[in-house]
């Protein structure tokens, strides 16, 4: 899944996906719509690396936000849209790992 992140002509960070892939532009709306703190890019960083806590619990750390609601499992994370897009999914699975490695570029982009 590639999203490109980049600040618009006023300044304002811009996620959208590199190819026509319905995925990407879920995850991109999520970044765009939810992520615009980095407060909350380290409350969902933090869940997603408590590890010891996840495997004793087997279960997924829940947050939702404007748009979205998120569940994150050791090994997957969960998006859910709250409201069904025009086109595409209104949920994605994607590798833990993934979404850590995309919720990190946005950061340095939202946090610059």
Known sequence: MKVKMTHDDQGRPRAVP?????????????????VVDPTYVDALNE???????????????HFSGNAHSVAIG???????????????PDAIAVPTADFLTLLHRWNRLISA
């Open 18 to 34: 590199e190819t026509n892939d319905s995925r990407a532009a879920l995850f991109a709306r999520f970044l765009e719509m939810d």
């Open 74 to 88: 050791t090994k997957r994370t969960l998006i859910l849209s709250h409201v069904k897009p025009r086109t595409g």
């Open 47 to 61: 869940a997603a690396h408590d590890r010891k806590t996840a495997a004793r619990r087997r279960a997924a750390r």
